[in-house]
């Protein structure tokens, strides 16, 4: 691990127990790869939560997408890059490339991290952690992280119960869960018979321990939309698009 002029570097094996039926790096450990190296960069520049906690804030995903061109397989060795795009207010976007060792770029990211203050749970100003976080005029993804239309009507419904494993260290349901719970309520034609080339996710709210929660899907060909709520007061958790490969 390494940074670079501003850049995080790390190289990362991949696991059998984090590889699908297909022997390939699951979509979501891809997420949560993401977000160590971020963690650890942040760490590193003294920005990381553990360094933020000591002023009563917190770093959250606001948004969040990503592109796969070919997921990395089994045992292979993978390198991954990270860094801080811009930071300003109470908002941070972190951009990420993963390669493969012979430097073809595997999958790429972007986010939009907000501080939040853990006694308000709202937005809070970033402060002297600021000047910590080198800004890099680089982007992985060109688009911008924009809203996402909901369908006038949805297809698909499922609901499940949040469990003890969904949480993080935060107490709350993990950001990455959101997306496996979508992920996991898609036909079972295309999960198996199909890559995914992009996820899209936008985070409204939090959801907790035993909270019952509603996934509802539309798709037009290839291209789903997701939205997830809280069945108890309707609270609209997350909205999502997930894209999948022809063919």
Known sequence: MDEINGIWSQQYTIPYSECDWKNKFKLTSICNLFQEGAGNHASFRKFGNEHMKLANKVWVVNKFKMQISTPPAWKQDVILKTWVKNAYSALSTRDYELYSTDGKCLAKASALWVCIDSNTHRPTMIG????????????????????????????????????????????????????????????????????????????????????????????????????????????????????????
């Open 128 to 247: 002297d952690h600021e000047s910590r976080m080198p800004k890099i005029d680089r982007s992985a993804i060109d688009e911008k992280l924009s809203k996402i239309q909901m369908p006038d009507n949805f297809i698909h419904e499922t609901t499940l119960r949040t469990k003890y494993s969904d949480l993080d260290m935060l107490n709350h349901v993990n950001n990455v869960k959101y997306i496996e719970w979508v992920l996991d309520s898609m036909p079972e034609e295309f999960m198996l018979n199909k890559d995914v080339a992009e996820v899209q996710i936008n985070y409204d709210a939090q959801t907790f321990l035993n909270d019952e929660v509603k996934i509802c899907s539309a798709n037009v060909g290839n291209e789903f939309t997701t939205l997830v709520k809280r069945v108890e007061d309707h609270k609209i958790l997350c909205s999502m698009i997930t894209k999948f490969k022809e063919g």
